[in-house]
C-alpha cells in the first residue's frame, strides 16, 4: 500500500497541473505558448498616387439652355476603374441623385441652388427647418458655339471630395471642379479651367442656377461702390430679403477673365425656434460670375476661381474669403491641393482598401461595386463631420448638411397651412439631429477617427451660436424635469436649443430613447478609445460637465423613469411609442427602450472600470447596487414557449411594418444563445418590409445571419442594403429609390443607411466586434466544410461571399486603446495579418502594450502587438479544410457556432486574469498539499 501511495499522489499532481494549465480556458485559452517579441518593421503607411482629373460641366436638367440637349451615351460607367472614382457619361436628371459636397460647416448637392450651414435654421417649434442660403458657385458652362463633337464626362472623386465634369470638343477643353473646403470650413469653390487645344480663341458662356429677384436699390455714393440692392428667392416662404452690396467693383482688364471683386450678401434669419429669441444671420462673400469669358491664344491654360464663403458671423466669413484669395494668388492651384491634402490625411488615417487592383478589371464585378459603395459610404460620413474638435458643431442630421431646407414642391405654399411641417416640405428631417446619430452613426466614426466621434457627442452638450439660451444639456435637464423626471431626456429630433421639434405630438412626447441611444454611443466611443480624459474632465470651455456626469446623469433619468410592478416584481416603463414611425397607441415595455435603458445603468459602472476605479467601493457602492437590482429585473418581454423575446407586451406580429428587437443582439449585444438569435431573427424577417422602415434592420440581420453562419440569408440582406444605393453616384436612399411613388417622402443622402451598410460589412463579414474591454475577430465555423466543398477555390472563411473575386483587402485605422490596428485579409495566403501603428491624432494615453491571443486550429498562443508589432494568424489545414469540432470551439458570448480567430486585449488586462487565475491555482495546491499529507500519515 505504501508504494501505491507516491504512484497515486504522481497522478493525481498531474492531473492538477494539467487543470491549472487549462484554467486559463476562463479566458478562452486552452494551451498557451508565449512568443518572444518578433523584430518587425513598422508597417509603413499605404501611400495613394493623386490622380490628375480633367472635368468640365454640362447643363443641369433643372436649368436647360433652350439649343442644347442632354447627350444620352450608351458607354458603360467608371471606366477608370478606380473605386473611389465614381464616373458617367450620363448625368442623372434629378437632384437627389447627385452628390453632396459637404466639409462638416457648409454642406450642397453639386450644382443646387442652395447652400446649408451648420446651426442656422428657420421656423419656431415643429416648424423648424434649415435656411437656404442661396448658392453663388451653382454655375453651368458651356462653349458659346455648340458641336456636334462635343462630349462631356461626370466624375465623383470620393478620396478628393470634389465634383468634377470634363466638356471637350476639337478646340479646348472645360474642366469644372466643385467642392467644399476640407481646411477653410467656410469656402464652397467651383474652379474652372479651360486648356486650348489649337491657336483658335475661345468664348465660354456661363449660367447662375442660384435665382434671386431684385426688389429695390438705395445707394450712399455716385458710384456702384456701397450701392445697397435688396433681393428675395422667388417662391420661397422663408421671407428673408438679402442687402446685397459690392464690396469692391472688379478692375476693367479682368471684367472678362478673373473677377477680382468682391460682393457680399446679407440677410437676417426672421424665426428662432423658441420665439422672442435673439435672431441670428446669414453673411456671405462672393466672388461675381461673369456671363462670358474669353480664353485667347497666347493664354492656352486658364484657371478660374469662383469662391463663396459663409457664415453666421461677418467677420469670420470675410477672413476665410480674404484667405482663400490670398491662397489663390500665391499659386492657383494651393486652394484645390489643401483641400486634397486635407481629404488625404483623413483617409490615410482608416477606412478600407483593396489591394489586389487585379479586382478591378472589370468594372461591373460585384467586388468593384461593394468597394464603390464602401468608399461612397465611408465619404459621406466624414464629409458630414468637422476634421478637427468643433465646440460648434450641431450634430448629423440623416441627410447631413446638403439637405434641411423647404421642399421646392411647397415653395408656393404657406407653411401655415401645412400639417405635419417637417415631413410633409422640409427634406432631410429639417437637418435636424436624431437618435440615429447615436445609434448607428457614432459607433462607425469611433473605430476610425476619435476626433470626428468627440464632435458627435459635444453636439448633445453644446452651448450653440447663439448664447441667450441654456445649453442643449441645461435644455434635456429641462425635458426630464418637466416630465417629472431627474436627469437628462433629450428630443427625439434636436435642432438649434435642444427642445423637441418633432413633427407630431406622438414622436415629441412618447419617443423617449434618445437618451439611452447616446448613452449607449458613449460606450461604443469608449470600448473603441479607452479615453480616460474624457470620463474624468471637463467637455467643453463652458461647462463644468465632466464625462462621469454625463453618463450618470442618463442613468439617472432611466433609474428615475422604471417602476417596479408589486405583481411581477419587475421593473417596467409603460406608455411609450413603438418604432420610429408615428403611432396611434402607446406600448408598455418596448424592449429596445426597456434594454437600451438598463445598457445605459451599466455604462456608469463600466466607466468606473475603465478609470481603475472600483464600483463597489464606499464611494460607488449604494448608486451602483440601486442600478444593479434595476438591471438585473427589468422586464424583457419574452414568450417562454417559443423561446422568443417579444417586440412589447401584448406583441402581435401583425401591428407593425418595422422590427427593433433583433437590435438587442445588434447593435446592442445582448448575450444569446444560439437557439435564442435564431428563432429571433426567424420570427421578425417576415416583419421586413422592402417599401418600408427596414434599412437599418437589414444591417443587424447581416449580423446576426452571419453568426448563425447562414451566409446566403447575410448576404440577401446586405443586398437589400445595396438596394438602397442608385448608380452611378452611389446615393443611399431611406426607401428604395427604384419605386419613384417614395420619392415624395423619401430622405436622400441617408446616412444611417451609409453606416448601417458599413456596420454589416465590418461586423457581419469581416467579424471585427468590440466588447468592453477587448476587441475580437470571429466567423461562423460549424458546417463550414459542407461551404467548401461547394465552390471551387477556399473562400476565407470571414468573408465568405463566392461573387467577390478579391483576394486581398484591408480594414485600416481601427482605433483601440489610442493605437491604430489595420487588419489585412489574404485569400491567397490564407491568412490575417494585424498590424499596430501609433494613432498620429490620439489626445489621449497610448496603451503600447497589447496582446493578441490566437486561436490557430488546436494551437494556442499570446503574442505581442506594440506599436510597429505585426500579428500574422494563419488557418491550419484541419480547421480550413474541416469545420472544427464541437470541442474546439471556445466559449464566447457570440453563439455555440461561432469561432473566435483573435482576441485582442491590453497586456495589464491579461495580467489581471492570468493573476486571479493564478490565485485559483494556489487555492487547489493548497487542498492537495492537505490531501497528500493526510494520505501520508493516514497510511
Known amino acids: ?25 476562463n479566458l478562452n485559452v486552452k494551451k498557451v505558448k508565449f512568443v518572444n517579441r518578433e523584430n518587425i518593421n513598422k508597417y509603413p503607411q499605404i501611400r495613394h498616387k493623386l490622380l490628375v482629373n480633367k472635368n468640365s460641366n454640362n447643363s443641369f436638367s433643372n436649368v436647360k439652355r433652350r439649343d442644347r440637349q442632354n447627350k444620352v451615351i450608351n458607354l458603360p460607367n467608371h471606366w477608370d476603374k478606380n473605386p473611389f472614382l465614381l464616373q458617367t457619361y450620363n448625368e442623372p436628371e434629378h437632384y437627389y441623385l447627385l452628390p453632396s459636397i459637404s466639409n462638416g460647416f457648409v454642406g450642397t448637392v453639386v450644382k443646387n441652388e442652395s447652400v446649408f450651414a451648420n446651426g ?54 472645360i474642366t469644372q471642379r466643385f467642392y467644399a473646403h476640407r481646411r477653410l470650413k467656410n469656402i464652397l469653390v467651383n474652379e474652372i479651367r479651360v486648356e486650348l487645344l489649337t491657336g483658335t480663341a475661345i468664348s465660354i458662356d456661363t449660367e447662375n442656377i442660384t435665382m434671386l429677384e431684385l426688389n429695390h436699390e438705395m445707394t450712399n455714393s455716385p458710384t456702384n461702390v456701397n450701392k445697397y440692392s435688396y433681393f428675395n428667392q422667388p417662391d420661397n416662404p422663408e421671407n428673408m430679403t438679402y442687402e446685397h452690396r459690392v464690396i469692391k467693383e472688379p478692375t476693367l482688364s479682368q471684367r472678362t477673365e478673373m473677377n477680382d471683386g468682391i ?25 461675381n460670375i461673369p456671363s462670358k469669358f474669353i480664353i485667347y491664344p497666347d493664354t492656352r491654360i486658364k484657371t478660374l476661381h469662383f469662391i463663396q464663403s459663409i457664415d453666421s458671423d461677418g467677420f469670420r466669413a470675410r477672413n476665410a474669403y480674404d484667405e482663400a484669395i490670398r491662397m489663390i494668388e500665391q499659386d492657383p492651384n494651393s486652394l484645390y491641393v489643401s483641400h486634397v491634402t486635407a481629404w488625404e490625411d483623413i483617409w490615410q488615417k482608416s477606412g478600407f482598401t483593396m489591394i489586389n487592383q487585379a479586382t478591378y478589371s472589370d468594372s461591373t464585378q460585384e467586388s468593384f461595386k461593394l468597394a464603390q459603395k464602401l468608399y461612397s459610404s465611408f465619404y459621406n460620413l466624414y464629409s458630414s463631420l468637422p ?32 400639417s405635419s411641417f417637417n415631413r410633409q416640405i422640409s427634406e432631410g428631417y429639417g437637418g435636424h439631429v436624431t437618435y440615429t446619430q447615436e445609434l448607428w452613426i457614432l459607433p462607425v466614426i469611433s473605430l476610425f477617427n476619435q476626433d470626428m466621434a468627440r464632435n458627435i457627442l459635444n453636439s448633445r452638450l453644446r452651448r450653440g451660436l447663439n448664447t441667450d439660451h441654456a445649453s442643449v444639456y441645461e435644455q434635456a435637464r429641462s425635458n426630464a424635469n418637466q416630465e417629472g423626471f431627474e436627469g437628462l431626456r433629450y428630443a427625439w429630433e434636436q435642432g438649434d436649443y435642444g427642445i423637441d421639434v418633432s413633427s407630431t405630438e406622438d414622436e415629441r412626447k412618447n419617443k423617449i430613447h434618445t437618451s439611452a441611444d447616446i448613452s449607449f454611443g458613449i460606450r461604443s466611443y469608449l470600448r473603441a478609445t ?38 411581477t416584481n419587475r421593473y417596467e416603463i409603460k406608455g411609450v411609442s413603438f418604432g420610429e414611425k408615428p403611432q396611434s397607441r402607446l406600448v408598455d415595455n418596448d424592449i429596445f427602450t426597456n434594454y437600451a435603458a438598463a ?12 478609470t481603475d476605479r472600483d464600483p463597489y467601493d464606499s464611494r460607488n457602492y449604494q448608486t451602483v447596487q440601486e442600478y444593479d437590482s434595476k438591471i438585473n429585473q427589468i422586464k424583457l418581454p419574452y414568450d417562454n414557449v417559443r423561446q422568443l423575446y417579444l417586440e412589447y407586451d ?199 502594450m497589447l496582446e493578441v491571443i490566437v486561436y490557430e486550429g488546436t494551437q494556442i498562443t499570446v503574442k505581442p502587438l506594440r506599436t510597429g508589432d505585426t500579428v500574422t494568424i494563419s488557418l491550419s489545414t484541419e480547421l480550413w479544410f474541416y469545420g472544427p469540432k464541437r470541442s474546439r470551439l471556445q466559449r464566447n458570448q457570440y453563439s455555440d457556432n461561432m469561432h473566435i480567430l483573435a482576441t485582442i486585449y491590453p497586456v495589464q488586462y491579461n495580467n489581471r486574469i492570468l493573476r486571479a487565475s493564478n490565485s485559483g491555482n494556489i487555492l487547489r495546491f493548497g487542498i492537495l498539499f492537505y490531501f497528500i499529507a493526510f494520505l501520508f500519515f493516514k497510511f
Open 263 to 287: 460682393y457680399y450678401l446679407q440677410a437676417t434669419i426672421p424665426h428662432t425656434e423658441i420665439p422672442n429669441k435673439r435672431q441670428k444671420q446669414v453673411h456671405t462673400y462672393y466672388t
Open 530 to 567: 479607452h479615453n480616460r480624459e474624457y470620463v474624468l474632465q471637463s467637455l467643453s470651455s463652458d461647462s463644468s460637465v465632466r464625462g462621469e456626469d454625463f453618463i450618470n446623469q442618463i442613468a439617472q433619468y432611466w433609474n428615475s423613469r422604471l417602476q417596479l410592478d408589486s405583481l
Open 599 to 610: 445598457m445605459s445603468l451599466d455604462t456608469y459602472k463600466f466607466i468606473l472600470y475603465i
Open 120 to 173: 442656422l435654421y428657420n421656423g419656431v417649434g415643429e416648424r423648424s427647418h434649415r435656411v437656404r442660403i442661396p448658392s453663388m458657385t451653382a454655375i453651368n458652362v458651356y462653349f458659346s458655339i455648340y458641336t456636334d463633337n462635343e462630349i462631356s464626362t461626370y466624375h465623383f472623386d470620393c478620396r478628393k471630395g470634389a465634383y468634377i465634369i470634363e466638356t471637350k470638343n476639337n478646340e479646348a477643353i
Open 387 to 418: 476634421s478637427s474638435f468643433d465646440s460648434q458643431f450641431y450634430g448629423v442630421s440623416p441627410a447631413g448638411l446638403a439637405y434641411g431646407g423647404l421642399k421646392r414642391e411647397f415653395f408656393n405654399n404657406s407653411p401655415n397651412t401645412q
Open 650 to 848: 401584448n406583441y402581435n406580429s401583425q401591428q407593425n411594418g418595422e422590427t427593433w428587437a433583433p437590435y438587442l443582439n445588434y447593435p446592442l449585444g445582448k448575450k444569446l444563445t444560439y437557439a435564442e438569435k435564431k428563432i429571433l431573427y426567424d420570427s421578425y424577417s417576415s416583419q421586413l418590409q422592402s417599401e418600408g422602415k427596414s434599412l437599418l434592420s437589414y444591417a443587424s440581420f447581416v449580423v446576426g445571419y452571419s453568426e448563425l453562419n447562414e451566409e446566403n440569408k447575410a448576404r440577401d440582406y446586405m443586398n437589400r442594403i445595396s438596394a438602397h444605393f442608385s448608380e452611378p453616384f452611389m446615393i443611399m436612399s431611406e426607401y428604395p429609390n427604384s419605386n419613384s411613388a417614395l420619392n415624395v417622402q423619401n430622405t436622400f443622402n441617408y446616412l444611417p443607411g451609409y453606416a448601417a451598410f458599413v456596420s454589416g460589412f465590418i461586423a457581419g463579414y469581416c467579424g471585427v466586434r468590440y466588447q468592453d474591454f477587448q476587441l475580437d475577430l470571429v466567423y461562423p465555423s460549424e458546417n463550414f466544410g459542407q461551404y467548401q466543398a461547394q465552390v471551387s477555390s477556399a473562400q476565407f472563411p470571414v468573408f465568405k461571399q463566392p461573387a467577390l473575386n478579391t483576394e486581398n483587402w484591408n480594414i485600416t485605422g481601427l482605433m483601440f486603446r489610442g493605437n491604430r490596428l489595420d487588419i489585412i485579409y489574404d485569400l491567397r495566403s490564407k491568412s490575417v495579418e494585424i498590424r499596430n501603428r501609433r494613432g498620429i491624432d490620439q489626445s489621449g494615453q497610448v496603451d503600447d
Open 1 to 25: 500500500m505504501r508504494i501505491l501511495i507516491p504512484i497515486f499522489v504522481l497522478v493525481i499532481i498531474l492531473f492538477e497541473i494539467g487543470l491549472s494549465w487549462q484554467n486559463i480556458d
